[in-house]
């Protein structure tokens, strides 16, 4: 099963309005990381959340984690065309488990 | 700073033939990473490193082997290649456990 999940699937909005995505994962981490793919090319990180923050920004970016919910969500504001891609987030893979660190992604389309 | 670099871009199997994709990284990294992504979906670990002469198996390792003889390189290999591995393959590396810095991809296609 994968470690982290992201909902919803995908997403279509208009340049302008803000996108939300959500994030679950199933153990323990130290860190939560989301990273952008633009379509045929390889992941881009975005940002990294460590286990200790609620809540981090960068630029349009703004991430929260909550760990008792062992969830997060990447709220993109303002958004622009340029921001239409797959959008993953990810945790470092755990030692013993091995288990896979991203999920299927939540597809963003922005339309002009 | 070239960053990770992959070796080839693009490669065309036959079945049963057997390939080595390589993957470089210039920024001392010590976890590096072996990643296949199928159509409209997410990454799947098929292979990690923690360090310079250690590998360990990720979700989907069957089919697979991989070798870290140097740190910056890891290499994955494939023995005998099946219909069932075309994939786009991304290498990454990271400073430990933090985020991860991709390749471009290898578009693999086995017949």
């Known amino acids: 099963s994968q470690q982290g999940e992201e909902d919803p699937q995908a997403l279509s909005i208009q340049e302008g309005e803000n996108a939300t995505m959500n994030c679950s994962y199933k153990?323990?981490?130290?860190?939560l990381q989301w990273y952008r793919q633009n379509s045929g090319r390889g992941l881009v990180h975005l940002i990294l959340i460590r286990s200790n923050e609620r809540e981090k920004h960068s630029g349009r970016l703004r991430v929260t984690l909550d760990t008792s919910k062992k969830s997060s969500s990447l709220l993109i504001t303002a958004s622009r065309a340029a921001d239409t891609a797959s959008y993953f987030c990810a945790t470092p893979p755990n030692t013993n488990a091995g288990k896979s660190t991203f999920g299927d992604g939540t597809t963003l389309t922005v339309k002009p | 700073n070239a960053g990770v670099t992959q070796t080839p871009k693009f490669r065309v199997l036959k079945t049963g033939q057997s390939m080595t994709l390589l993957c470089a990284q210039d920024m001392n990294h010590e976890y590096m990473y072996w990643y296949r992504q199928d159509p409209g979906m997410g990454l799947r670990l098929i292979h990690y490193?923690?360090?310079?002469?250690?590998?360990a198996k990720g979700e989907v390792p069957d089919g697979y082997n991989v070798s870290r003889l140097k740190k910056q390189n890891f290499l994955l290999g494939l023995e005998s290649a099946a219909p069932s591995q075309t994939s786009v393959y991304f290498c990454a590396s990271s400073y430990f456990g933090r985020e991860q810095y991709f390749g471009p991809g290898t578009r693999l296609t086995v017949t």
């Open positions: 153990t323990s981490i130290n860190n």
């Open positions: 490193s923690v360090g310079e002469g250690t590998t």
